[in-house]
């Protein structure tokens, strides 16, 4: 099985940053994307954004500007840097890695608690 393990989330003050990080366990050849979904409390997943093998990102409207999603195949790591932060963007940030043709599927991390406060 492939066993994803996040890092870097934490308690930041409005206009701060952070940076995430999620590293897959297996060899990279294999992923065809990687990315970030956040829940807020009483909220349902969203994503946050996505990034495929090739670099093509996307990111959900209200984070654009102010969050990247870069990724490293060697370390089968993908990261999430986080500024400008905003109260709304308090969450459980998961991130998720889709596989294909040896361990196919999708795969979760444990998630991470950002939460952004004065």
């Known amino acids: 099985q492939v066993q994803l393990v996040e890092s870097g989330g934490g308690l930041v003050q409005p206009g701060g940053s952070l940076r995430l990080s999620c590293t897959a366990s297996g060899s990279s050849a294999w992923i065809s994307a990687m990315g970030w979904y956040r829940q807020a409390p009483g909220k349902q997943r969203e994503l946050v954004a996505s990034?495929?093998?090739?670099?093509?990102?996307n990111y959900t409207d209200s984070v654009k500007g102010r969050f990247t999603i870069s990724r490293d195949l060697a370390k089968s790591t993908v990261y999430l840097q986080m500024n400008s932060l905003k109260p709304e963007d308090t969450a459980v940030y998961y991130c998720?890695?889709?596989?294909?043709?040896?361990?196919?599927?999708?795969?979760w991390g444990q998630g991470t608690q950002v939460t952004v406060s004065s």
């Open positions: 990034i495929t093998r090739g670099g093509t990102t």
């Open positions: 998720t890695v889709r596989r294909v043709v040896v361990l196919p599927g999708d795969y």
